[in-house]
Nanobody, 121 residues
Framework: QVQLVESGGGLVQAGGSLRLSCAAS????????MGWYRQAPGKQRELVAR???????DYADSVKGRFTISRDNTKNTVYLQVNSLKPEDTAVYYC???????????????WGQGTQVTVSS
């Protein structure tokens, strides 16, 4: 069993901030990468930010300079600090992690249930 538990979503005014959290738990040998994706109604799910072990984080162009991703490896947790929010940031935000369970197997991708972020004008 592997679970990703998300928190931190909510309703904010334009220009406001939130911090999203996602903690992985269960039968985890290692976590190769953790990231955040979002999906607005009628739109495809898109990458927001992703960080891999030993590498610099990747960001969507639309959030560069406003969002910051970070990891706490001791807690198997990833955070997304979202600042200067705009109405177009409104979406369901999903946590994703590439997790290795067995030493002889490749990592698999796991998803959280999603947390709603709504930005009002």
């Amino acid at each position: 069993q592997v679970q990703l538990v998300e928190s931190g979503g909510g309703l904010v005014q334009a220009g406001g901030s939130l911090r999203l959290s996602c903690a992985a738990s269960g039968s985890i040998l290692s976590i190769d990468a953790m990231g955040w994706y979002r999906q607005a109604p009628g739109k495809q799910r898109e990458l927001v930010a992703r960080i891999r072990s030993g590498r610099s984080p990747d960001y969507a162009d639309s959030v560069k300079g406003r969002f910051t991703i970070s990891r706490d490896n001791t807690k198997n947790t990833v955070y997304l600090q979202v600042n200067s929010l705009k109405p177009e940031d409104t979406a369901v935000y999903y946590c994703n992690a590439d997790i290795q369970i067995w030493a002889w197997a490749l990592s698999s991708s796991y998803w959280g249930q999603g947390t709603q972020v709504t930005v009002s004008s």
